[in-house]
């Protein structure tokens, strides 16, 4: 019967049954499709769209926002970033309001890379400084930090 009253176990019994159970639960092992040899695994479009949502030039996010984003840090080393901008409290004159960008955040999750390489779209005929692309085509990570891209 299905209806959820009962479960079954099945454990390996001898030492091959258990390496074999082991071997086909290591992701590293079974991402690639012995098919075709590639990857079965891939960035969701979902992932892909937040991704360049989050790091183009005009994202800021408040300290509320930041902090609730590297709550979800399991990494996270305890330092907050530099704000990128302070932006003057309305009703307060002296007063600021810190706002740090996406492409900061973004930083904080990956690795202390060092990284150039030029989007689908970047046109090789620009005549701007690579760090200077006003597309944002041209990535440029240095030490694990967004620079531009």
Known sequence: DFDGDEMNLHVPQSLTAR???ETMMMVNKVIVSPQSNRPVMGIVQDSLLSSAKMTK?????????????????????????????????DNKPGAYTPH???????????????????ANGHKDGEKFPQDLCPHDTYVLIQDGQIICG
């Open 19 to 21: 390496a074999e159970a």
């Open 57 to 89: 030039r005009n994202i800021f996010l408040e300290k509320d926002h930041l902090m609730n984003h590297i709550m979800w840090m399991d990494d996270w080393d305890g330092k907050i970033p530099i704000p990128a901008i302070m932006i003057p409290t």
């Open 100 to 118: 740090w960008t996406g492409k900061q955040l973004f930083s904080m999750i990956i690795p202390k890379v060092n990284l150039i390489r030029k």
